[in-house]
């Protein structure tokens, strides 16, 4: 192994271990000796990887980012384009069971926890979101007669809902650890996209 492919290699355990670490406990309650315990990298290891733990953090909501969006792609399928909305919400909600709605979304608790407070952060997180409202737009725009939206509402404003409802949903299941909250927000997009 190339010393290229150990560092690589590193980093990729740091930030998948992190990333554990902050959809647990959030970034503010993380410090840098929780991440060097969890990883059992040394500290000037880490320091030589990610200067501060704020690019340690960018760096796992960078790398999260790159997964949603590939994970988001693959997600929608189906042979309308409200089936495929339809099918990426349920593919988004059987990751969350499968997790046992641990954690909850990395996105959502960041947003709550450090838009405010960090432009960095929220770039980053304003970037997933309008991404993932776009992925739905995009879909809904080119929805015809196969569809039968049951709402007035144009492709963008619904977009929008569908994303705030999935998080919601989210959020609301991470609290009880009852899948039907999120199941209950699904229900509902579904109505709204006539399937």
């Known amino acids: 192994m190339t ?3 150990k560092s690589k290699k590193t980093q990729d355990h740091v930030l998948k271990t992190t990333r554990s670490i902050l959809m647990a406990n959030g970034f503010h309650n993380t410090t840098i ?17 990610f200067p501060s733990k ?9 790398d999260a980012k790159e997964e949603f969006f590939t994970f988001l792609a693959q997600s929608l399928q189906g042979d309308s384009p409200c089936a495929k909305v339809a099918n990426s919400c349920q593919t988004i909600i059987a990751a969350q069971k499968k997790q046992i709605f641990a954690g909850g979304c990395l996105f959502g608790n960041a947003a709550l926890e450090m838009s405010d407070s960090n432009p960095r952060f929220a770039a980053v997180l304003q970037e997933v979101f ?3 409202v776009g992925e739905i737009d995009a879909q809904l725009s080119l929805a015809g007669p196969d569809c039968s939206l049951n709402t007035n ?27 039907a909250d ?5 229900a509902v997009i579904k109505a709204i996209l006539g399937k």
């Open 54 to 62: 704020e690019e340690i953090g960018l760096a796992v909501l960078e």
């Open 153 to 179: 509402l144009s492709p963008s404003l619904l977009a929008k809902a569908i994303v705030a409802t999935i998080e919601g949903g989210i959020m609301m299941s991470r609290v009880s650890k009852d899948p």
């Open 33 to 49: 000796n929780d991440i060097i315990k969890a990883t059992g990298v040394k500290k000037g290891n880490l320091y030589y990887h």
């Open 130 to 132: 309008a991404r993932w």
């Open 3 to 5: 010393l290229t492919e």
């Open 182 to 186: 999120l199941e209950d927000c699904l």
